[in-house]
Each structure stands twice: as structure tokens, then as C-alpha cells.
């Protein structure tokens, strides 16, 4: 059964602290890796990572993939209020022509003023 | 621009009835996906649909069902309502199934069942 763990599941800090969010998968067939960012409903894209070892950068965030570990952390530096959300990754994986995301329980950021 | 719409946004049901939820997904979009997501977990795939298809399904009773239409909207139906329904109902749409594409979640519909 195809698995993603993320962790910490929940995670309260200061505004200024930097975070790291980990995400590591069990699936067959991998495709991509992808996190996205849920506040009240919509989770929303923040990146896609296919090759191993490539960071991708986003503003304050970053994230880098590591297939031989199996496994994603997201980087989110000098944190600010509007960071608390939570953090979902998903792993793309396919059977013939069919593709699914399988998500992992998404970690729980809240950051302090 | 719009996004991928979701209708309703919530919806009180009682246990055994049936229910429609409805997704419009981006236009030029022709891939559907659908995901409940119970409080405190990740999204857990239900169905894909491209081109009006049904394109992978994920565990989920029969009582579950969807369909994909040829302005590439869709339908989840849902019977025989349980309690254990009440969830959040995602849709996500995207040019074609696969990584390159990328997924566009909707707001979801906020299904209670009492």
C-alpha cells in the first residue's frame, strides 16, 4: 500500500525562527513529489520535485527531494504569522495511465507574533 | 480567471440518504479528480476522470460513484449516506493526468452527515 509520513504533525514557533517539514514515502511507480500549503480549504501549490538533489526555491521557502532516502523537506526561513497553515505532501505515482496523489497527514504549523 | 469551482460549499445530510457534489474545473482543463479529506488527515483519493473516462479509483465502497462530462465538468454521488461521509470534498483539475500538469485544487464542499 502506497504510503507518505510527514513529520512533525504539529509544530508552534516564533516569528524570525526558521522551520523544516519532513516527508518521506513509500510508492510504487514514484513520479513527483509535491507540497502544498492548506490554510482554510483549498490547499494550494507550492512545489513540484521530480529529480533528486535539485533544490527549488520560492521566496522564504525551499524544498529539496531525495529519492534514494525516499524523502522531501520543505525549508521555510525567517517565518512570519501568515506562514500558519498546514503543510501537505503528496506523492504522484502511477498504474499504467492512471495517476493518483497520495497525501500524507500534513504537519500543523503555527507561528507566533 | 476562474479556479476550479465547487458546488455547494457545505451540505447537512442524514444518514442513508444520497448526495450530489459538483465540480467545474479550470477551462481547457479536461482532468478531474476527486479527494475526501476527514478532519486531521491528508486528501485520500477517490476517483480520476480524464476526457469522460474513469482513469483510477481509489478505495472507496461502491456507494460511491462519479461521472465526467463533455464540458469536463464532473459529479461525485455519494449513497447511503454514513456518518463516517462527513468530510471535506476536494476537487482537483489538471491539463491531463500525470506530473508535468500540475493539480488545481477547489475550495471543496463541507459534507456533514447527521
Known amino acids: 500500500e502506497d504510503k507518505v509520513v510527514q513529520s512533525p504533525l504539529s509544530l508552534v514557533v516564533h516569528e524570525g525562527d526558521t522551520v523544516t517539514l519532513n516527508c518521506s514515502y513509500e510508492?510504487?511507480?514514484?513520479?513527483?513529489l509535491l507540497w502544498y500549503k492548506q490554510e482554510k480549504k483549498a490547499p494550494t501549490f507550492l512545489f513540484m520535485l521530480?529529480?533528486?538533489?535539485i533544490e527549488k526555491k520560492s521566496g522564504r521557502l525551499s524544498s529539496i527531494l531525495d529519492k534514494k532516502e525516499l524523502s522531501s523537506i520543505l525549508n521555510i526561513t525567517a517565518t512570519q504569522t501568515g506562514d500558519s497553515a498546514i503543510y501537505l505532501c503528496a506523492v504522484l505515482n502511477s498504474g499504467g495511465s492512471n495517476y493518483k496523489l497520495t497525501f500524507g497527514k500534513g504537519t500543523l504549523l503555527t507561528v507566533n507574533p | 480567471d476562474a479556479g476550479v469551482t465547487q458546488s455547494p460549499t457545505h451540505l447537512i445530510k442524514t444518514r442513508g440518504q444520497h448526495v450530489t457534489l459538483r465540480c467545474s474545473p479550470i477551462?481547457?482543463?479536461?482532468?478531474v479528480s476527486w479527494y475526501q479529506q476527514v478532519l486531521g488527515q491528508g486528501p485520500q483519493f477517490i476517483f480520476q476522470y480524464y476526457e469522460k473516462e474513469e482513469r483510477g479509483r481509489g478505495n472507496f465502497p461502491d456507494r460511491f460513484s462519479a461521472r465526467q462530462f463533455p464540458n469536463y465538468s464532473s459529479e461525485l454521488n455519494v449513497n447511503a449516506l454514513l456518518l463516517g461521509d462527513s468530510a471535506l470534498y476536494l476537487c482537483a483539475s489538471s491539463l491531463a493526468p500525470g506530473a508535468q500538469y500540475g493539480y488545481t485544487f477547489g475550495s471543496g464542499t463541507r459534507l456533514t452527515v447527521v
Open positions: 521530480t529529480s533528486s538533489g
Open positions: 510508492v510504487t511507480n514514484f513520479r513527483s
Open positions: 477551462s481547457g482543463h479536461k482532468s
